[in-house]
Each structure stands twice: as C-alpha cells, then as structure tokens.
C-alpha cells in the first residue's frame, strides 16, 4: 500500500529543480515581489515549492514555473507563491534599542511638532507587519506613554504585508508564549488575555487602532496611495531584496515621509550604499533616519 504519506516522500526525492528552472522562478519572483533568491539558497525554494507542486499535481518545477504564467491559474498561484517564500519570523518588543529611542522622547518630539501645528493627527507606517506583533508593540506603546491621554490623540497606524495568510492571523491576534518571550509580564498582564494552552488574546483596545492591509513594496503605484506617514517601521524586510529594490523601497518612503519624519530600518540593516538623503541619528545601540524638514 502507498499511503500519500510516502508518495509525498518519493516526490520529494524524484523532483528536483535545475538551474534554468531556478533562474526562470528566482527572476519571476524578483518581477513580481523584488525578492531576490541568491544561487545559496536555490535548495530553500526547492523545499518551498515542492508542496505547490504536490498540491497541483505537477511533475517538475518547469511546468510549475509555466502554470504561474499562464492566465489558467497563475494569479491565484502567485499569492500561494508570495505565502510560501516569505519569512515571517518576528516577535513582540523585538530589538528593544529602537523602541527605547520611541519611547525615550521621539514620539514626544513628533507630538510636540504636531500639536505647534495645532493638530493631534500622527500617523505611523510598519510596513511588512508579518502577523502583527510589530504594529501591536507600536500601540502598546502608544498607550503607555499616553494612558489615559491616547483619546485625545488621532493617532493610526497602517501595518501591511505582502502575505495575506499573515494578516489574517494579525487580524485574530491570537499569540502564543513564544512571540511574547522578550515582552515585559506587566505588559502582558495589561494588554493581553490568556486563552490557555499557552496562548494570548491581543486586548481590543489595542487591536482597533490598527489597519492592516495588503501590499507589495514593489508596485510603486500602490505605495503612492499609502497616506504620508510621521514615522515608518520596516525592520528585518529590507534583508530580503537586493540593492536596487532596497534603493526603490526606500526612496518610496522618503517620498511617503511628511518633512521631519523618521524611517526605522532592521537593527542589522543598513542604508549604507542604498541611499543618502535622510539623516542618520544615533541612539546607544539604535540609529534612526531623519527626513529633514
Ligand atoms: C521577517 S518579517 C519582519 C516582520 C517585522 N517587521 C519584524 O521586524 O519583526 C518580513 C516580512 O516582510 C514581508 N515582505 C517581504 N517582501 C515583501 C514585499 N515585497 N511587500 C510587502 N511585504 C513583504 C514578509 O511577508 C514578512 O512578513
């Protein structure tokens, strides 16, 4: 008897991809999302992919490749390629040192500017929010700093990624010990309640400050609409494109920034070589980007 278990076994060992199917699928993706697949990572993509080919019933990764170009099948395959070769590793209060720099007086100072202004409006950007625990972090801030006070303020925050598997579960805002492994027990114990077997429900009054919403960081149109931000978080995304698509993005969110905004990139990321308008300022452990006003 063949259970599915070992037909997915002999398939796994039969399929493999060749370089000119590599080359063909790592410039697809590169069209469509600015992922950029190195050659040292061409076994990654063959993992990734060879669940779509089981699920479709394909026999190599060339047929594959011209499934997804074909008008049979080929949009609703690309979302399941987007959702397989995205990595969507984050956590709650991740890299710590930048959101110090938040709390320690940037988000005073963004106010301060805005309320000269005679406005309370902010609006802030975390763009590739995978499931949510970034933009989350964000407003669990927002409501320490300002407790009773964050009614008064028009404050939004738009989260968007390119996976939609991703934003539906940021939009349960369920989460389990593990994302919240560097949060402090007494955020914990203020803004999420436990479900049990481990698990965490994001409170409502965080939840409803945030939009998410799909988007691909490659189509220039569709950032365009995004409204102008004061502050952008895109940390850990830009490691996953290469320079001239790191050079698009960012020149994106320059263009979104309002004067005075600040950009916030991967704590291991840089802007060295990608871009020189924005003025770098350094924190202890954290640099942030300025757009000058
Ligand atoms: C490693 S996660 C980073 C999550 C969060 N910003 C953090 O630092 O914890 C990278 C996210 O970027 C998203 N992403 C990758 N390429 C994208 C693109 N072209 N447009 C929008 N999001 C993208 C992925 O889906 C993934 O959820």
């Not at 890299?95 to 320690?104: G, H, I, R, S, T």
């Not at 007086?105 to 499931?131: F, N, P, Y």
């Not at 972090?137 to 991703?166: C, F, Y």
Request: charged share 25%; glycine share 6%; proline share 3%.
């Amino acid at each position: 008897m063949t259970s599915s278990f070992t037909k997915s076994i002999t398939l796994r060992k039969q399929v493999t991809m060749d370089d000119v199917e590599f080359g063909h699928l790592r410039d697809f993706i590169y069209e469509k999302c600015g992922i950029y697949i190195p050659d040292n990572r061409k076994y990654l993509l063959e993992n990734r992919l060879l669940n779509r080919l089981r699920f479709l019933g394909l026999r190599t990764f060339g047929e594959y490749f011209y499934f997804l170009k074909s008008d049979q099948g080929g949009k609703t395959e690309l979302q399941a390629l987007f959702e397989v070769i995205t990595t969507n590793e984050t956590s709650f209060y991740r890299n710590p040192a930048q959101l110090k720099v938040l709390e320690n007086g940037l988000l005073k100072s963004v106010m301060d500017e805005q309320l000269k202004k005679g406005s309370r409006d902010i609006h802030i950007w975390s763009a590739g929010c995978s499931t949510g625990e970034e933009p989350y972090t964000l407003e669990i801030i927002l409501h320490e700093i300002l407790k009773a006070q964050r009614s008064l303020w028009n404050i939004t925050i738009m989260a968007g990624d390119l996976s939609e598997a991703v934003l539906a579960s940021a939009a349960r805002g369920e989460y389990t010990e593990y994302a919240l492994r560097t949060t402090p027990k007494a955020i914990i114990a203020r803004y999420f309640t436990p479900i049990g077997n481990g698990r965490y429900l994001i409170n409502p009054a965080i939840k409803k400050h945030i939009f998410f919403h799909q988007i691909n960081l490659n189509d220039r149109a569709q950032l365009r609409n995004i409204r102008r931000s004061h502050i952008i978080f895109c940390r850990n995304v830009l490691i996953y494109f290469d320079e001239a698509m790191k050079k698009r993005v960012i020149s994106s969110f320059y263009d979104n920034l309002l004067p005075g905004g600040y950009l916030f990139i991967g704590h291991s990321e840089s802007l060295h070589n990608i871009s020189r308008v924005f003025k770098p300022i350094h924190y202890p452990s954290a640099i942030v980007y300025r757009k000058e006003g």
